[in-house]
């Protein structure tokens, strides 16, 4: 789907993660296991589509944990960053610190984008839900903010 990158597809096996959250706390996947999981990707903390997604998820948060689902977000910010993020946003959930993009590069959302005609490397906003088995049961590259919430609910939904 996107060029150049490895892309997660519905059946695959989510690619294990451990990492730090806004608080300082070592998040795994194992965690979750047993349990259902939306982890979303956006490129940078306290910016307007990453603020518009978070929020979305946010208030969807309460639907989502009726459906069983945990919500986890992924950037490339510092945990300070994602606590700032989290603190002027009140949102809930933990936001783990991917500063060297090695989960964005095994879930395929670390490539190549483009701005005002420069080419740079960053985080492809990217959502997935997790099953409790740990296959990703969706994988959404490239959603919108908007479009977040509703396509990971349909897929809970199923």
Known sequence: ???GVTTLNVGDKA????LKDQDGTTVRLSQFKGKRLVVYFYPKA???GC???SCNLRDAFPQLKKLKAAVVGVSPD??????KFDDKY???FPL???TEHEMAEAWGTWGEKSLYGRKFMGIIRSAFVVDEQGEIAGAFYKVSPKDTVPKVEAVLKA
């Open 1 to 3: 789907m996107l060029r």
């Open 46 to 48: 306290d910016t307007p």
């Open 51 to 53: 603020t518009q997604q």
């Open 15 to 18: 690619p294990n993660f451990v």
């Open 90 to 92: 009140d949102l809930g």
């Open 96 to 98: 783990l610190a991917d």
């Open 78 to 83: 510092k945990p300070e960053k994602q606590k």
